[in-house]
Nanobody, 120 residues
Framework: VQLQASGGGVVQAGESLRLSCAAS????????MNWHRQAPGKQRELLAR?????????IDANSVQGRFTISIDDSKTTTYLQMNSLKPEDTAVYYC?????????????WGQGTQVTVSS
């Protein structure tokens, strides 16, 4: 599975961005698509999860609850992270992540990351 993240940029506080994560290769084995972020000097943080087969979504990070939404397109190849009301503390590198299942084993794949910078 290959993941290509895009959509990052520099925005002002209060503005919105939509990140995209395009998956290719072995996409039928993907169970969940997730978004994480890592700010300078901090650990990587899980933000949101989406179960591909059901479309069920979970926002894991309290700091983005009510502002961020995860979704997937009809072809189930591109996952989005809609980020509204951005704050300077949202500045980070954002990563998409796919969890696949083959038999009893699960595997994790990562995109390359996209930088989001929010100025005050």
């Amino acid at each position: 599975v290959q993941l290509q993240a895009s959509g990052g940029g520099v925005v002002q506080a209060g503005e919105s961005l939509r990140l995209s994560c395009a998956a290719s290769g072995g996409i039928n084995s993907i169970e969940t698509m997730n978004w994480h972020r890592q700010a300078p000097g901090k650990q990587r943080e899980l933000l949101a999860r989406l179960t591909v087969i059901s479309g069920e979504t979970t926002i894991d990070a309290n700091s983005v609850q009510g502002r961020f939404t995860i979704s997937i397109d009809d072809s189930k190849t591109t996952t989005y992270l809609q980020m509204n009301s951005l704050k300077p503390e949202d500045t980070a590198v954002y990563y998409c992540n796919a969890i696949t299942r083959r038999g009893r084993s699960r595997y994790a794949y990562w995109g390359q990351g996209t930088q989001v910078t929010v100025s005050s």
